[in-house]
């Protein structure tokens, strides 16, 4: 589900709601968070996508399987923090703290005794459950002297292809797997994931540090610990390079059924910007007359007080939004230039029509299509 007001009203506090959904086509793992606001920074979890009974993974099946999930740590309610960015028009204040799973590791003051632990068996393959549910920070991630072989993104399989460093959006997921080394190593690993960030703009330029460490038949454990080494948070070079890797298995059993038929073609652009201060007010954005606002072709969304597709389907949506969503963006700027490289934003709820939708049984339904920022 797409946030609140767009799909459906918020759940209230102390009532329930259960989704049925069907999954169809994906294998893996997928993340499942709260998504009013800012809740979903400590509301989240993985969604875990076996294959059907009988049937095996596209690789040799892993000795084990761990979730490993990155998020972040406030040490204010995040709720205010995104309130007061808001209400200034600058941008959000900055996490205080990655975490891995929960844990944000001894490279921060005051946190060596929590540290997530990995704990292997050599001559083992892991399948690690990459999950990044941080905010809004892609992440690097590496484990010092191991080599990582990406099997999966986002729920679906790729051609494996191996890594020392991985690169990781938020609310993307990737698997990998993690082969140990033959015998007992005199030494633990990190395990390192911090920011990549091209942009302008404050952003928590820190690092969080798991521990590989292997069950040493030994009472000795104090090894040497390795670190990785990380790219530098602006390497835009090695991302483009990362992200050129992905291929789908496009095999007999896990085609690519890529549509050949191109009926209606949409230009997204989307990005950081900024919209001018209410009247008669100052903002705290590049300057004082402006504050930064996302957008997709000009257009940031202004969250409605009804939910867009509740009140389309019960005939509800007369001053809810309108559907004169633009195709391309209204006023053009350049696309590929550092943000905030668009100052025409305007601010509105609005979506645009799809006239048909075929189902499989052969029935159509006209839904509508909204596009929140």
């Known amino acids: 589900m797409v946030p609140a007001y767009v799909t459906q009203c918020p759940i209230q506090t102390g009532q329930a709601y259960t ?9 893996g793992t997928l993340l499942w968070h709260a998504h009013f ?19 095996s993974y596209p690789f040799k099946k892993p000795y084990k399987e761990i979730p490993i999930l990155f ?62 549910a941080a905010l809004n920070d892609e992440l690097f991630f590496s484990i010092a002297n191991h080599t990582l072989t990406v099997v999966e993104g986002d729920a679906v ?8 460093t991985l690169l990781i959006s938020p609310g993307q997921t990737t698997n990998v797997l993690l082969k140990t080394k033959p ?9 390192l994931a911090g920011p990549y960030f091209s942009g302008q703009g404050t952003f928590d330029n820190s690092t969080t540090a798991g521990v590989l460490v292997y069950k040493h038949p030994s009472s000795n454990n ?15 070079a090695f991302v483009a390079n990362f992200t050129m890797k992905f291929r789908s298995l496009a095999n007999a059993k896990f085609p690519a059924n890529v549509p050949q038929t191109v009926d209606r073609r949409f230009f997204f652009t989307v990005g950081l910007g900024t919209s001018p201060c209410p ?13 930064f606002s996302a957008s997709i072709n000009n257009v940031s969304f202004v969250l409605p007080s009804l939910a867009l597709l509740q009140s389309y389907f019960f005939g509800q949506s007369n001053g809810v ?29 609005s979506c645009w029509w799809l006239d048909r939708y075929s189902l499989p049984s052969g029935q159509s339904r006209g839904v509508v299509y909204a596009l929140p920022s």
């Open 19 to 27: 989704y049925n959904f069907t999954i169809t086509g994906q294998r």
């Open 37 to 55: 606001s800012w809740l979903r920074s400590s509301l989240y979890g993985p969604i875990i996508i076996l294959p059907k009974l009988n049937e």
């Open 71 to 132: 998020g972040e740590w406030f040490n204010v309610d995040p709720e205010a923090v995104i309130a007061q960015a808001l209400q200034t028009g600058a941008g959000p204040n900055v996490s205080d703290a990655y975490t891995i799973n929960g844990l944000p590791g001894p490279l921060y003051n005051c946190s060596a005794k929590d540290t997530y632990k990995l704990k292997v068996k050599p001559g083992k393959t892991y399948l690690l459950r990459l999950i990044n």
């Open 157 to 164: 399989y790729v051609k494996p292809f191996d890594v020392d």
């Open 183 to 191: 015998h007992f190593p005199n030494a633990t690993f990190f395990m």
């Open 222 to 236: 104090h090894f040497p610990s390795l670190k990785p080494t990380l790219p530098p948070f602006n390497a835009t």
């Open 279 to 291: 009247k008669n007010t100052t903002c705290q954005g590049p300057n004082n007359n402006t504050k």
């Open 321 to 349: 939004f309108t559907s004169d969503f633009p195709q391309n963006p209204a006023t053009p700027f350049n696309y590929t230039g550092a943000p905030p490289n668009n100052t025409m934003e305007h601010g509105r709820s």
